[in-house]
């Protein structure tokens, strides 16, 4: 009788058991990298980076944002980021407070590394779903639907914003003195 197969099968089953062992010892005896002060391996930020793509482009096949947004929308949308995001993103002169330094995955400052080439969907997908690994929040039960809307539509249109929106903009204050008062 041939045995290949049958030796072929066990190898593969006590390979795979040996490697959910070392996986169980490597987190049980905490080499799983738990701080925040390090930056992530490569392995780690390929796959989280890679299956966000493809989440976002999949969930936001058929999805469609508002057309058009005014400018009462965009202004509601300045005043939202500034008491939900400004801690982490900044405000318009994108200085970094000290919740922003101590992230080990840099949040943009937006001031000066905007999104408003992403679509208006994109930007909505990660207000409400937040992005895993990085510290980017979820927004899903804090903030009602039209409210995430009304913040992509600002951050999409955040390099040519309407009158009052700008204003709010400009004047908000700096994140950097908020977070060390
Ligand atoms: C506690 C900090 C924190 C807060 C608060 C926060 N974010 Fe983020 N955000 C991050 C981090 C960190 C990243 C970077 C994630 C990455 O590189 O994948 C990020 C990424 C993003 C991105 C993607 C940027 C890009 O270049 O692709 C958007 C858009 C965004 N945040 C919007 C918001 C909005 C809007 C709010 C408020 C409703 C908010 N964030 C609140 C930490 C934060």
Redesign the pocket.
Known sequence: MNRTPVVIAWTVAATCVALVLCAYVFVVAGFMPANADAKPGKIERWA??RS?RVAIARETKTMHGPATSTDSVMTMGVR??KA??????GASDAKRSS??DG?Y????Q?AK?D?TD?PIE??YW??TH??R?????S?SKS?TDDQ?WA??AF?RHQDSLPPTALAAWKTMPSAADTASR
Do not use: Q, S, W
């Open positions: 989280a980076k966000l939202l980021y939900n995001c400004a801690v982490c993103h919740v922003a992230l995955v840099e949040p943009p937006f590394d999104v992403d994109m930007t990660k207000i937040g992005i690994f990085t510290g980017m929040p927004y903030l995430r913040i992509a951050l």
